[in-house]
């Protein structure tokens, strides 16, 4: 994949989990870096969670090998896509991550 085809700007998070002073627990999300990638968006659905209209969407994100993991998730303009698994291409060079981007 050429460098061009990496055309959008993520953050990559990880979630913290821990229980506050009153014992009530919490889920925070850190910054862990920046990466460019290519987000493609495979398929889209609607769906009733909670009682609310629901859109969910598949994307994929191809990026450059490196630390990703399921669990994580992948920030770029302000949308938000969780990583759901983390396939690599078998060279070692790139890596496609299976999303899911919910929007109410």
């Known amino acids: 994949m050429s460098a061009g085809a990496r055309r ?10 821990g229980v506050d002073v009153i014992g009530q627990p919490f ?11 290519d987000i493609r ?8 969670k909670a009682g609310a209209d629901t859109s969910v969407a598949k994307v994929s994100i191809r990026a450059l090998q490196g630390a990703f993991d ?23 060079k790139q890596l496609d991550l299976v999303c899911i981007a919910v929007t109410s």
């Open 70 to 92: 399921s669990g994580q998730r992948v920030i770029n303009e302000g949308r938000v896509y969780e990583i759901q698994a983390v396939l690599p291409d078998g060279k070692n």
């Open 41 to 48: 968006f495979l398929s889209g659905l609607a769906a009733i």
């Open 8 to 17: 959008h700007l993520c953050e990559l998070q990880s979630r913290t989990v």
């Open 27 to 37: 889920t925070t999300w850190t910054a862990a870096r920046t990466f460019w990638g």
